[in-house]
């Protein structure tokens, strides 16, 4: 009898925990859901259905710290939204733009940012997995993490805030912006230009590739941008292909890039489409203009922007 007492004891001791930490975990997950942290402002504004731009931008980093809508907006006179996700092949870009169409309304233009670097590569997994904890109960994003990412198991889904294990920033966030006190947005309407000066990375990159490296070409990548090409001209969405400055040097260390650069032609003679390629602008040429090889600084980025605008009236009407 004794013993089944202290069973039953021990028993509630270990489980009297348990609710409150299906409390945190709700908190925590609500707090993020409204945060403007750099993880998930523009998430929470694609589940929030408040977006619905007549242009999106989607692309990799170099979509959002590229595209101002800001500039674009003023001069275009148009609503748009920079939905550039960081380090993103393109599968995770168009798993983020079915995400956003489930939410809001089908935008009239997509600028889609093309590149050398991430756009074919096979989408493996993803990256930045803190950007997806406080949406793992959404369908669509298990679908995504679950696929593409084996960190992520059913304790992440299920058992509370094991998903934050070692996340003390976000839980802190999470609780602080369900009390209206989280971080203010660094961002607009997704874009974050970046006030930085040329750093070492491309030189490291020349010494450790002195003869260069070509980029993977994921088949199935390919194959994804063909169908989601298919998939806007089918639902009457407008797709301009952008290729944003890049550092001219850089291009002699990425050896197949004319082999890429067909590909992105071929899709734009085969489709139709514009295809805006900045890879001689006078940018370019300028290292000033740059914190690496492949990034604007925030003022190069604003020049960009309002040269891209100005280029974009014939076909944004």
Not at 105 to 115: D, N, R, S
Not at 173 to 183: D, Q
């Amino acid at each position: 009898m004794m013993m089944k007492k202290f069973i039953l004891r021990l028993l509630l001791f270990c489980l009297a925990p348990i609710p409150l930490l299906f409390l945190l975990a709700h908190i925590t997950d609500k707090g993020l859901q409204r945060s403007r942290y750099y993880y998930y402002s523009e998430w929470n504004d694609i589940f929030s259905g408040k977006i619905n731009a007549d242009v999106i931008i989607l692309g990799s980093s170099r979509a959002w710290v590229h595209f101002s809508p800001k500039i674009l907006d003023s001069i275009l006179h148009v609503n748009s939204y920079n939905i550039g996700i960081d380090a993103a092949s393109f599968g995770l870009q168009y798993e983020r733009l079915k995400i956003y169409l489930e939410h809001n309304k089908k935008p009239k233009y997509i600028l889609q940012e093309v590149g050398f670097v991430s756009t074919f590569l096979a989408f493996n997994n993803v990256t930045i997995t803190q950007q997806f904890l406080p949406y793992l109960d959404d369908p669509s994003v298990w679908k995504i993490v679950k696929g593409h990412n084996s960190t992520f198991g059913l304790a992440d889904r299920y058992f509370p805030l094991y998903k934050y294990n070692n996340e003390y920033v976000i839980v802190k966030e999470g609780l602080l912006s369900y009390f209206g006190k989280g971080v203010k947005d660094i961002k607009y309407k997704g874009y974050c230009g970046q006030d930085k000066v040329w750093d070492s990375s491309f030189n490291d990159f020349k010494i450790t590739n002195p003869n260069g490296i070509p980029t993977p070409i994921g088949s199935e990548s390919v194959a994804m941008f063909k169908d989601y090409l298919d998939f806007c001209k089918a639902n009457d969405i407008k797709v301009i292909l952008v290729y944003p400055p890049s550092y001219i040097e850089a291009l002699k260390y990425e050896t197949n890039y004319k082999e890429i650069l067909a590909i992105y032609n071929n899709f734009s003679k085969e489709y139709n489409l514009p295809f805006y390629n900045y890879m001689n602008d006078s940018l370019d040429y300028d290292r000033a203009n740059f914190y690496n090889s492949q990034h604007l600084n925030r003022h190069a980025a604003e020049i960009f922007s309002t040269r891209l605008a100005n280029d974009l009236k014939k076909e944004i009407k």
